[in-house]
């Protein structure tokens, strides 16, 4: 008779009672917000930032299985719980355990871009017995944003502008976070749903440095899927349909009209987004229309233009639309927005949103507080890091590897800590610091030997 190994029999014990507990995606107990694609609806698709899902559970613990290189933060009943950083492979991540045995409201949020693969949602796993609760309905109030870096919150938790080439793609991965750009942070306060349809360095008429001419950003704004458009040329179309906001928020020519030149021609550049809003008139009817515009070196058209098409439109007898201009200190990596300039940005928005709309914002614009004010010392010798300069309160110090994979994670109190990090032969470290009244709000700083 044929004998089975015993770690075998054991790892079949365990996959089975997985199995009974195992979540499909297309459980009408999950929630989907943004734009996926359904084709295999036991592994939804998705790219474009900021997407995210909701559910009810019950139980002590649950987890996720997910495939395809991105990064998301996990909240649970309104609180962080972790930050998944799935490398490609479909693998299984904790979202949270050792929870009161009861219902709890799940969210999971992408963080990250990720233009050159789709990435899956595959179900979730609770504890044997337990089940997924009907979810409460989603809110009626609807945002869309649509447009660049800046709406995807490029690099928005790093703390410096510039880093060594050599880190930079990394750093990058691991710091942008969609959901605290402002469009997001404007979207909570009312609490509506929204999508954030964004591709960092694209255009309207040209792209960042006329790179990859021919596929500005509409290109992609009407498929389901940005990296099969990259990829193969082909993705589902969006229907677009599915899903009507009352709001649409347009921040699109900031790589219209950035350095190097040659640059986009006003005129085409004025022509192209009329015809823009048109379209979007034309989707959504009776939408209101929201045009925000910053100040772009060294052409500063982008303010003059978007601020003559909206005075145009509302010339002609269009009362659907308003004018935003708002101003960043872009300390983030490249030269990109901070938190505290996306905080900035969504309290002005909330103003316009109001007065477009009537609505009555649910809460305020969140603060980030004095963790805007931490300049720590960084120190990595030899597998020790020190950590200086952090003040008399109590913080939250995580040590991530330059692929995002999390280290150490752990509360401080006092103005300096001292760790090891065993195991890592690595030449750098990612910080990130945060406050325990919430720890969504992080910055995020590099260590290097």
Not at 162 to 176: G, N, Q, R
Not at 311 to 330: F, L, P, T, V
Not at 346 to 372: D, F, Q
Request: net charge negative.
């Amino acid at each position: 008779m044929k004998t089975i190994p015993l770690n075998l029999c054991l790892a079949a014990l365990l996959f089975m009672v997985d199995c009974t507990n195992f979540i499909r995606s297309d459980d009408p107990g999950i929630q989907y917000f943004g734009r996926f694609d359904f084709s295999n609806p036991e592994a939804p698709g998705f790219d474009w930032p900021g997407v995210y899902i909701k559910a009810r559970f019950e139980g002590t613990s649950c987890r996720a299985v997910l495939s395809g290189k991105n990064r998301y933060d996990a909240y649970v009943d309104g609180q962080l719980q972790s930050t998944i950083t799935v490398s490609a492979e479909k693998d299984t991540f904790t979202i949270a355990e050792k929870l009161e045995d009861r219902a709890h409201d799940l969210l999971l949020t992408k963080r990250s871009e990720s233009n050159l693969e789709t990435s899956h949602f595959h179900g979730f796993i609770l504890d044997r017995g337990k089940k997924l609760l009907e979810p409460p309905e989603a809110p009626e109030r609807k945002i869309e944003f649509i447009g660049d870096s800046h709406s995807a919150g490029y690099g928005n938790e790093f703390t410096s502008r510039e880093v060594s080439a050599a880190l930079h793609d990394h750093v990058c991965f691991v710091s942008t976070n969609t959901s605290l750009s402002y469009g997001p942070v404007a979207a909570r306060a009312f609490g509506a749903q929204y999508q954030v349809n964004a591709y960092s360095g694209r255009g309207l008429v040209r792209n960042y440095a006329n790179e990859m001419p021919g596929k500005e950003l509409s290109y992609y704004y009407q498929k389901t899927l940005i990296s099969q458009m990259n990829l193969t040329g082909k993705s589902p179309d969006w229907d677009f349909s599915s899903w009507i906001p009352q709001v649409v928020v347009v921040n699109i020519g900031i790589n219209d009209f950035q350095d190097p030149p040659p640059y986009t021609d006003s005129s085409v550049y004025v022509s192209r987004y009329r015809a823009f809003i048109s379209s979007i008139r034309s989707r959504y009817p009776g939408v209101k229309i929201i045009c925000a515009a910053t100040s772009v070196w060294p052409t500063n058209l982008m303010t003059r233009l978007v601020d003559g098409i909206v005075k145009r439109e509302k010339a002609e007898g269009h009362d659907d639309i308003w004018y935003m201009e708002y101003r960043s200190s872009n300390t983030a990596l490249d030269w990109h927005p901070s938190l505290k300039d996306h905080r900035a940005m969504a309290v002005n928005l909330v103003k316009i949103i109001k007065e477009a709309t009537g609505w009555e914002p649910l809460k305020s614009v969140v603060s980030y507080g004095a963790v805007e004010d931490v300049a720590p010392t960084l120190s990595f010798k030899s597998g020790s890091l020190t950590i200086g300069g952090l003040g008399d309160s109590v913080q939250y110090v995580q040590v991530f590897d330059m692929a995002g994979k999390l280290l150490k994670d752990t509360r401080i109190s006092g103005d300096q800590v001292e760790m090891t990090i065993d195991n890592y032969s690595g030449n750098a470290l990612l910080v990130s610091i945060s406050r325990p009244e919430d720890r969504s709000i992080r910055r995020l700083f590099v260590a290097e030997q």
